[in-house]
């Protein structure tokens, strides 16, 4: 079961909190006002006063979602080797998807209620495969692996350049793929041997030499958390 941040004692929170939890238990079809308003002790009018409307709990819920996923790849082990961080940090991506499924789904299956297709036009510009923000940041992790050639530098990374984010988001989109088709029971979950397939493959396909990129992901395996 997914683990929601500490809660303050207000109302917005205690919401939040009951809604990650049916989200975490059932999914996002269990969201429903009254059942919210009831699990946290307030009224129906305090749960639209703080979100507006189911739809906006459900977003919320999504960025907590987006930010628990970025402090997890945070948090990836660094091993001195960019490649390697790279692929640690593609591991712990996958870990994140298989141990909260019904969130991980709903992270990129929800659509906000002010969605426009104009939106589309910030997802472009910015490389990433989400409009979240909390979203955009934990692509920003994926850029900076990939833009930082010393992965022990305390320096900030260089400006992504197109090609870059291009990579990233490449990246993401395999990552994403591979979580959801797990998920959804296509792939074995016990089975890791298509993921580091896929790894490999992207490396080697972007100019890695595959004795270098098989190591690479070597060092990543030992050091991550079972995925």
């Known amino acids: 079961m997914d683990e929601p941040t500490d809660v303050a004692p207000n109302t917005r929170d205690a919401v939040l909190a009951a809604a990650l939890e049916i989200v975490v238990d059932e999914g996002p079809n269990g969201l429903t ?4 308003a009831t699990a946290a002790r307030t009224s129906t009018m305090s749960v639209y006063t703080h979100f507006g409307s189911i739809g906006g709990v459900a977003g919320a819920v999504v960025e907590h979602g987006f930010g628990m996923l970025g402090r997890t790849l945070a948090a990836a082990p ?7 961080d ?11 998807a298989r141990e ?16 426009s297709p104009g939106r589309r036009s910030d997802v472009v510009a910015t490389g990433s495969p ?15 692996a990939l833009t930082r050639t ?3 530098s305390t320096d900030s990374p260089a400006a992504p350049d197109g090609q870059q984010l291009a990579l990233a988001a490449e990246l993401w989109s395999a990552l994403h793929g591979n979580a959801m088709l797990r998920i959804a029971g296509h792939l074995d979950t016990a089975d890791d041997s298509v993921a580091h397939s896929l790894l490999i493959a992207l490396a080697v396909g972007n100019g890695v030499d595959r004795a270098s990129a098989v190591s690479a992901l070597t060092r990543a395996r030992t050091e991550a958390p079972e995925h």
Do not use: K, N
């Not at 790279?86 to 870990?95: C, E, H, K, P, V």
């Not at 989400?130 to 900076?144: E, N, P, V, Y």
């Open 86 to 96: 790279l692929f640690g940090i593609a591991l712990t991506y996958l870990t994140f």
């Open 33 to 36: 006002v009254r059942r919210l």
């Open 130 to 144: 989400t409009t979240s923000a909390q979203g955009r940041a934990a692509f920003t992790l994926f850029l900076g």
């Open 100 to 115: 909260h499924p019904r969130l991980y789904t709903m992270m990129f299956q929800h659509s906000a209620a002010d969605w």
């Open 78 to 84: 660094r091993t001195g080797d960019a490649l390697s």
């Open 150 to 152: 010393d992965s022990d």
